[in-house]
């Protein structure tokens, strides 16, 4: 079956400063990646998502990148605000069948 | 539109008591799934309903778990009888496309 890694567990930098987390899977057939934020106490939110046939994807601030022949995918979080800390799960999927989720990312954005 | 419910937010029970937790999905989602995430650890995919029949339980831990989804609409989730080790946040999300899931806020469980 699937299985997803992230990295880095933890997270810290300045505000204004960029993050990056970045998520490995197994499953070659896995053709959607989306990225959920998930502050304390809240529900996980979408925040951005990117299918196999995309190699990159940008909202604003956040963007994903998709390298499905190494099969890893990234998210970029520029001009961090202290509002973006939070715990950043990255995960899999194909279509149709459940989520298998990365362990999680805990940013912190110091002010 | 509304987004996913879970009642309730809290639960607190002792050991071999039961629960059961209740999601509500996004109106017209045929898709719910069910993940639990554990002591700070990833989320872990219980199972997924299409409608009322269960698409994908192979997340189940054991049978001391029971989820219905009776009518296409709400499901619930039972542990009976529940163990300290099912502790964990219960999560809900649904999907009309397959691939898009929207989270409920989740159930914290604790179990004595």
């Known amino acids: 079956g699937e299985n997803v890694e992230q990295h880095p567990s933890t997270l810290s930098v300045q505000e204004g400063d960029s993050a990056v987390i970045k998520c490995t899977y197994s499953d070659s057939a896995s053709n959607y990646f989306p990225w959920y934020k998930q502050e304390l106490g809240k529900r996980p939110q979408l925040i951005i998502d990117?299918?196999?046939?995309?190699g990159e994807k940008k909202d604003q601030r956040i963007a994903v990148t998709l390298n499905k022949t190494a099969k890893h995918f990234s998210l970029h979080i520029t001009e961090t605000q202290p509002e973006d800390s939070a715990v950043y799960f990255c995960?899999?999927?194909?279509?149709?069948?459940?989520?298998?989720f990365g362990p999680g990312t805990r940013l912190s954005v110091l002010p | 539109e509304a987004g996913v419910t879970q009642f309730p937010s809290h639960s607190v029970i002792e050991k071999g008591q039961t629960v059961t937790l209740r999601c509500d999905p996004i109106?017209?989602?045929?898709?719910l799934y069910w993940y639990r995430r554990v002591m700070g650890k990833e989320i872990k995919f219980l199972l997924h309903f299409v409608k009322e029949s269960k698409q994908d339980e192979s997340g189940m831990p054991n049978n001391r778990f029971l989820a219905e989804r009776t009518g296409g609409t709400y499901s619930t989730l039972k542990v009976q009888p529940a163990e300290l080790e099912d502790s964990g946040v219960y999560f809900c999300a649904s999907s009309t496309l397959p691939d898009t899931q929207y989270f409920g806020p989740g159930t914290r469980l604790t179990v004595l």
């Open positions: 109106s017209g989602h045929d898709n």
């Open positions: 990117i299918r196999s046939n995309v």
């Open positions: 995960a899999a999927n194909f279509y149709g069948q459940n989520f298998v």
